[in-house]
Every structure is written in C-alpha cells, then in structure tokens.
C-alpha cells in the first residue's frame, strides 16, 4: 500500500553513485489501480421546468430578491404582462408566486450542490521487463 507518496518519483527515489540500485531499475512500466468515488446530482435529467417556466421562475426571482416587491404586487405586474400558471393558464395570485420562488430556490439548492470526490484503496504495481 502507497502511503503520502506526492508523485511516483517519490515513492521509488533517485540512484546515486555509489548507493545501492534503485528500485526503477529494470522497471519500464507501472500499473496504478485505486477506487474513485463520485457523487453527483447532475447523473439524472436535471432540466425538468420548460423554457416558460423558468423564464417566470428568473422574472419572481428578479423581483422578490432585488426590487424587493411583495408577491401582491408581482401578482399584478405579471398580470399586465400577460403571463398565465403554466397548467390551467390562471391568474397568478401572490400564493402561487410564493410557491413557485420557493419551489424553484430549493430546485437552485439541490442542482447547485456540491461533493466531493474520493480516491481510496490505492495499489501501485511494478511492472517488471
């Protein structure tokens, strides 16, 4: 087992004049196999809202975080711009604009998480000509 080793050449040292053979000697090549764990959320379809859906899901977001308007008035605002709930083509009131900023941050949260990969059970197998 390959211990705190930062490349090969650590792990089998330099020869120099009168000092014993190095270990490289006669070695022409190495095989390295070790286990890489990944964990990701991106493996599945990730894009399950429609071009409609996040274009209104940006357009909330935009005016919740930075104008800082209550969900009444958004209501109102996406009314006059004639936008519908995606399904049943309804007035969107200030409940349903909650519930699709909420559902969409926590959409943003589960997408956007990261991990981190592991490389475990290291080998390293000389190869001897």
Same mark, same amino acid.
């Given at each position: 087992?390959?211990?705190?080793?930062?490349?090969?050449?650590?792990?089998?040292?330099?020869?120099?004049?009168?000092?014993?053979?190095?270990?490289?000697?006669?070695?022409?090549?190495?095989?390295?196999?070790?286990?890489?764990?990944?964990?990701?959320?991106?493996l599945s379809k990730i894009y399950h809202y429609n071009s409609y859906q996040t274009? %209104?899901? /940006? $357009?909330?977001?935009? &005016?919740? !975080? #930075?104008?800082?308007? +209550? %969900?009444? /008035? $958004?209501?109102?605002? &996406?009314? !006059? #711009?004639?936008?519908? +709930?995606?399904?049943?083509?309804?007035?969107?009131?200030?409940?349903?604009?909650?519930?699709?900023?909420?559902?969409?941050?926590?959409?943003?949260?589960?997408?956007?998480?990261?991990?981190?990969?592991?490389?475990?059970?290291?080998?390293?197998?000389?190869?001897?000509?």
């Open positions: 087992m390959v211990q705190n080793y930062s490349t090969v050449t650590d792990l089998f040292g330099t020869t120099k004049q009168n000092s014993k053979p190095s270990i490289t000697k006669g070695l022409e090549q190495l095989t390295i196999k070790f286990v890489l764990n990944i964990q990701t959320p991106r274009k %209104l899901y /940006r $357009i909330i977001k935009f &005016l919740i !975080e #930075k104008k800082k308007l +209550s %969900l009444k /008035r $958004i209501s109102d605002i &996406l009314f !006059e #711009k004639g936008y519908r +709930s995606v399904r049943t083509k309804s007035v969107l009131k200030s409940n349903y604009i909650h519930s699709i900023y909420k559902k969409g941050k926590v959409r943003e949260e589960r997408i956007g998480r990261s991990f981190k990969s592991e490389i475990t059970n290291i080998i390293v197998i000389p190869n001897e000509i």
